[in-house]
């Protein structure tokens, strides 16, 4: 027999990914479902009987109705590539609401195996349940299992591989949902049977239930695969809906929900489930919930624990990123003994190395926070971080989990971006997420704190505390109304509903956070990898070509030469020499950017630059913090011919600007609103196109940002100047 | 026995719903996690701001946001049930 294929099924906090890694262990690949950006997790197990599988892991839902991209793809998964068994985990502990997406599949028929997960749970809920019973009357195998021990499910993967071996052919179920909607089930099923209305694909019954629950995905596709049956059936769906709504003011979907309760409540009625204590009765999680929900602690424990992850995030990973950095650092150190001056030299350094760098100097900081957040996800926290937060974040259309993501992004200053723009994963709502996504970056992370450094104590000495501080709360307020604006134009719509699940607390298994840990990270440096170092060498070919004219060339040369041809006689004379060396070299590096295609954009965009005040050598830089942030104050002092200007030492810069006719504090403010908002670095641009799964967002954030912080800028140093701030 | 919209109840109240008064996206979600007539809900209690609520229901938590919870009616145990 070749290689079965199992999908497993069920609701969110069922169990499902720690079933998947039990099974499965490290032999899993992560890919993504065509067109969305749900995660397609593959695996493969061996039965002891040498025989193998290949296991898929479903998004988890609580139906199977088209409501989210998780929903739509689990369904289309199971219509479309036909697995040979589903298994169906479910929480023991709460098992009446889980059968509720078991029953769809029995609607659907597709050969299933249910497994009751966290039997031992339960017992201590003081739930006892008969799964043979279950199994009798459900007619599909029913195996209690604990999936975080394994216990039980080899018993379950047994009981799938029989399955698949009698091959059956889907056997749907038929639930009665009252006579209204029976009758209008019969006459639809009858009609998608004569038009044979997609029923390649779907059974006639199934498909008109799906039109009576008013499912938009089937029909987009009906409507496309055959408009007049589609309008037909729409029509009978509508009278049905007239008339419920007439006589028990009621929805066919209601009544199709209720009735779907019904069965499973006839089911369990039938002593398949005991409980022995009250069904309400406190448990440990409920205490639990008491303090870190509590209306004063809880706002002061979550602050504690986001703190904490940040902390943790940035402290822990300060060490490895300072490893990468000595090697790389020592990488082109060889490099530049090794080959000949030259565009290749160059090239190899300030591209691939530097841009190899700027890609794997993240991965120790998404190592960390990713595993800081699978702590919180699969505890059961951040669902109350959630739900805490959610009434401030609604106020701007977000949700209450974006939180997390505007923390690590530099909501407390010296963030990034980059984690942070993947945190936003964890919110289920779409529009919710894009506005998550698009605004982060507005946060100061740590890449823009050296360029705010330096201005804020060159220009703004004596309250540079206070002003840093000022510009956290301006980065926050400025995000969350970018997001409010976002919301109420490009991503209007609705808030996607907030009913959420507060699953019971519970440790999280250390397989399960290496697994998570280790896949994002691994994502993000295949992924970013590849497009990271491409544009590097982009922004480095842009900073280097045309080259000076050869005629400049020479006469920096003939410099050089005449400073050489001086011989020094004392110490002091060499060094004074050196310094000259040091000078000429400067200058010609200096040259060289504003002869560069990016000096010349940046000498070009003069012509509007001078709106928020900026001359070409702040143009420039600016161009270059579109490599990395950090980047600006480098080149900023190559621009003033300092030579290579080191983030951290930046003394000379903050001379040279202060006693510049061109830069006054009212300046320094306009550029210092320009970074915090401009467009975010192109690590962050490609971690934004990627997550949300298209090009287009990561370009409207740039153009977005850019414009944004240009008018405000702009209205910083004009309205300033008005007002005689230009000192 | 008095019906209540679900926003009015009160921490720790139990009551059995009777109606889910709304259709569509929002509607069939509610469903979907339980939230039928005839199933009994008790208030765990509510956020920092009052809003969300959380309940439990079918020995699970849920949350809701008031505006939500406004299309939910529910019938209230007898007093002698109440905490």
């Given at each position: 027999m070749s290689t079965i294929t199992i999908a497993l099924a069920g609701n969110p906090n069922a169990g499902k990914t720690t079933l998947f890694n039990t099974l499965t262990g490290a032999r899993q690949h992560v890919g993504n479902y065509p067109g969305v950006t749900v995660e397609k997790k593959e695996g493969a197990y061996t039965f002891a009987s040498g025989e193998h599988a290949s296991i898929i892991d479903l998004p988890g839902t609580y139906s199977l109705t088209a409501y989210s991209v998780e929903e739509v793809v689990a369904r289309d998964y199971l219509v479309q590539e036909k697995p040979d068994v589903v298994i169906n985990i479910t929480d023991a502990s709460n098992l009446e609401r889980n059968l509720y997406l078991s029953t769809q599949f029995l609607e659907l028929g597709v050969p299933m195996v249910i497994a009751l997960n966290m039997i031992d749970v339960a017992q201590d809920r003081g739930i006892s349940l008969d799964a043979q019973k279950l199994a009798a009357l459900l007619k599909v195998p029913v195996i209690p299992i604990i999936a975080r021990s394994g216990k039980g499910t080899a018993e379950l993967m047994e009981a799938a591989l029989d399955l698949a071996k009698e091959n059956k052919l889907w056997d749907p179920l038929y639930i009665s949902y009252g006579e209204d909607v029976d009758l209008a089930l019969q006459t639809m099923a009858q009609r998608i049977t004569a038009a044979s209305f997609m029923t390649e694909s779907y059974a006639p019954r199934w498909l008109a239930l799906k039109y009576l629950e008013g499912d938009s995905q089937i029909r987009e596709k009906g409507h496309a695969h055959n408009p007049a049956a589609d309008t037909e059936l729409q029509e009978i769906v509508d009278r049905v809906a007239a008339h419920l709504h007439k006589t028990m003011e009621t929805y066919p979907e209601a009544i199709i929900a209720d009735h779907r309760y019904g069965y499973i409540k006839s089911v369990l009625r039938q002593e398949v489930i005991t409980h022995k204590f009250d069904i309400d009765r406190l448990y440990t999680s409920d205490r639990i919930d008491k303090v870190l929900t509590n209306r004063f602690l809880g706002p002061l424990i979550m602050l504690g624990v986001l703190l904490g992850l940040y902390k943790f995030t940035f402290t822990f990973s300060e060490l490895p990123v300072a490893w990468l950095e000595t090697f790389f650092g020592w990488a082109s150190g060889n490099l530049d003994a090794l080959l000949p001056e030259g565009h290749l030299k160059s090239m190899l350094i300030s591209g691939v190395i530097d841009g190899m760098g700027g890609v794997l100097g993240f991965v120790p900081l998404i190592m960390?926070?990713?595993?800081?957040?699978?702590?919180?996800?699969?505890?059961?926290?951040?669902?109350?971080?959630?739900?805490?937060?959610?009434?401030?974040?609604?106020?701007?259309?977000?949700?209450?989990?974006?939180?997390?993501?505007?923390?690590?992004?530099?909501?407390?200053?010296?963030?990034?971006?980059?984690?942070?723009?993947?945190?936003?994963?964890?919110?289920?709502?779409?529009?919710?997420?894009?506005?998550?996504?698009?605004?982060?970056?507005?946060?100061?992370?740590?890449?823009?704190?050296?360029?705010?450094?330096?201005?804020?104590?060159?220009?703004?000495?004596?309250?540079?505390?206070?002003?840093?501080?000022?510009?956290?709360?301006?980065?926050?307020?400025?995000?969350?109304?970018?997001?409010?604006?976002?919301?109420?134009?490009?991503?209007?719509?609705?808030?996607?509903?907030?009913?959420?699940?507060?699953?019971?607390?519970?440790?999280?298994?250390?397989?399960?956070?290496?697994?998570?840990?280790?896949?994002?990270?691994?994502?993000?440096?295949?992924?970013?990898?590849?497009?990271?170092?491409?544009?590097?060498?982009?922004?480095?070919?842009?900073?280097?070509?045309?080259?000076?004219?050869?005629?400049?060339?020479?006469?920096?040369?003939?410099?050089?030469?005449?400073?050489?041809?001086?011989?020094?006689?004392?110490?002091?004379?060499?060094?004074?020499?050196?310094?000259?060396?040091?000078?000429?070299?400067?200058?010609?590096?200096?040259?060289?950017?504003?002869?560069?295609?990016?000096?010349?954009?940046?000498?070009?965009?003069?012509?509007?630059?001078?709106?928020?005040?900026?001359?070409?050598?702040?143009?420039?830089?600016?161009?270059?913090?579109?490599?990395?942030?950090?980047?600006?104050?480098?080149?900023?002092?190559?621009?003033?011919?300092?030579?290579?200007?080191?983030?951290?030492?930046?003394?000379?810069?903050?001379?040279?600007?202060?006693?510049?006719?061109?830069?006054?504090?009212?300046?320094?403010?306009?550029?210092?609103?320009?970074?915090?908002?401009?467009?975010?670095?192109?690590?962050?641009?490609?971690?934004?196109?990627?997550?949300?799964?298209?090009?287009?967002?990561?370009?409207?954030?740039?153009?977005?940002?850019?414009?944004?912080?240009?008018?405000?800028?702009?209205?910083?140093?004009?309205?300033?100047?008005?007002?005689g701030f230009a000192g | 026995m008095p019906t209540l919209?679900?926003?009015?109840?009160?921490?720790?109240?139990?009551?059995?719903?009777?109606?889910?008064?709304?259709?569509?996206?929002?509607?069939?979600?509610?469903?979907?996690?339980?939230?039928?007539?005839?199933?009994?809900?008790?208030?765990?209690g509510r956020a920092p701001l009052y809003d969300p609520v959380a309940l439990r229901i079918m020995g699970g938590t849920l949350t809701l946001r008031n505006n939500e919870a406004d299309h939910i009616e529910v019938e209230i145990a007898g007093p002698d049930e109440e905490l």
């Open positions: 960390f926070m990713f595993f800081g957040i699978a702590i919180l996800e699969d505890s059961g926290y951040l669902a109350r971080v959630a739900f805490m937060m959610d009434r401030v974040f609604r106020i701007f259309g977000l949700h209450g989990s974006s939180v997390m993501a505007y923390i690590v992004s530099g909501g407390i200053a010296g963030g990034c971006a980059v984690p942070g723009v993947m945190a936003a994963r964890t919110l289920r709502s779409p529009r919710e997420r894009l506005a998550t996504l698009l605004t982060v970056s507005f946060m100061n992370c740590g890449a823009k704190l050296p360029v705010l450094a330096l201005l804020t104590a060159t220009f703004f000495s004596n309250n540079q505390a206070q002003l840093m501080f000022l510009l956290t709360l301006l980065a926050w307020g400025v995000a969350l109304i970018a997001a409010k604006f976002l919301r109420l134009t490009v991503l209007r719509g609705d808030s996607t509903p907030f009913v959420m699940e507060l699953p019971p607390y519970r440790f999280p298994t250390f397989l399960g956070l290496f697994i998570h840990t280790w896949e994002r990270t691994w994502q993000y440096i295949k992924k970013a990898g590849t497009t990271i170092l491409a544009i590097s060498i982009l922004i480095w070919a842009m900073m280097t070509f045309p080259g000076l004219p050869a005629t400049e060339e020479e006469n920096f040369a003939r410099q050089r030469q005449e400073v050489a041809a001086l011989s020094a006689q004392t110490p002091e004379e060499t060094l004074q020499l050196k310094e000259k060396l040091a000078a000429i070299d400067s200058d010609q590096a200096g040259s060289a950017l504003r002869h560069s295609l990016a000096g010349r954009i940046g000498t070009s965009m003069e012509s509007v630059s001078w709106l928020p005040g900026f001359d070409w050598r702040t143009n420039i830089a600016l161009v270059g913090g579109f490599a990395a942030k950090e980047v600006i104050v480098a080149t900023l002092g190559t621009a003033y011919s300092l030579g290579e200007t080191d983030p951290e030492e930046t003394a000379s810069l903050s001379e040279t600007l202060a006693k510049d006719p061109h830069w006054n504090p009212l300046m320094a403010m306009s550029l210092i609103v320009f970074v915090m908002f401009y467009a975010p670095c192109f690590v962050t641009v490609v971690c934004i196109s990627r997550e949300s799964g298209s090009w287009k967002w990561g370009l409207f954030s740039i153009c977005f940002n850019t414009a944004f912080a240009f008018s405000l800028a702009t209205l910083v140093y004009q309205g300033g100047r008005a007002l | 919209l679900l926003r009015k109840m009160q921490k720790d109240q139990t009551g059995t719903i009777t109606a889910v008064k709304v259709g569509g996206e929002l509607g069939r979600r509610i469903r979907d996690m339980g939230i039928v007539p005839g199933t009994r809900i008790t208030i765990m």
